[in-house]
């Protein structure tokens, strides 16, 4: 089946930034998407931030977006998250998922059409 290993995760003061990566591997597969999730203290796991393999799209919640950047390297199944301007809020443990199944909605933040997912990466953001 599909792996996916991420890594990256670290202890940093408020303002800082972080890099995580994430590689998926296996056997044979189509990407379609590539994302990032987290699950904070006390809250469900929630989307983060996903890029489309075809054309290279990305999508971004809320929370992150100005602040968060996502990129692949379609070749090797990558991708990073590069996080500047860390919050407290942004504490979290941060997991890396593959979307290789074809869905007909669409989704690139639906968890529940990735289908493969990593162990997660602790990222503690605190004076």
């Known amino acids: 089946q599909v792996q996916v290993v991420e890594s990256g995760g670290g202890v940093v003061q408020p303002g800082a930034s972080l890099r995580l990566s994430c590689a998926a591997s296996?056997?044979?597969?189509?990407?379609?998407?590539m994302g990032w999730f987290r699950r904070a203290p006390g809250k469900e796991r929630e989307f983060v931030a996903s890029i489309a393999w075809s054309d290279g799209n990305t999508y971004y919640s809320d929370s992150v977006k100005g602040r968060f950047t996502i990129s692949r390297d379609n070749a090797a199944n990558t991708v990073s998250l590069r996080m500047n301007s860390l919050k407290p809020d942004d504490t979290a443990v941060y997991y890396c998922?593959?979307?290789?199944?074809?869905?007909?909605?669409?989704?690139?933040?639906?968890?529940?059409?990735?289908?493969?997912w990593g162990q997660g990466t602790q990222v503690t953001v605190s004076s």
């Open positions: 998922a593959i979307q290789y199944r074809k869905y007909s909605s669409g989704s690139h933040s639906d968890q529940t059409e990735f289908d493969a």
């Open positions: 296996g056997r044979t597969f189509t990407t379609y998407t």
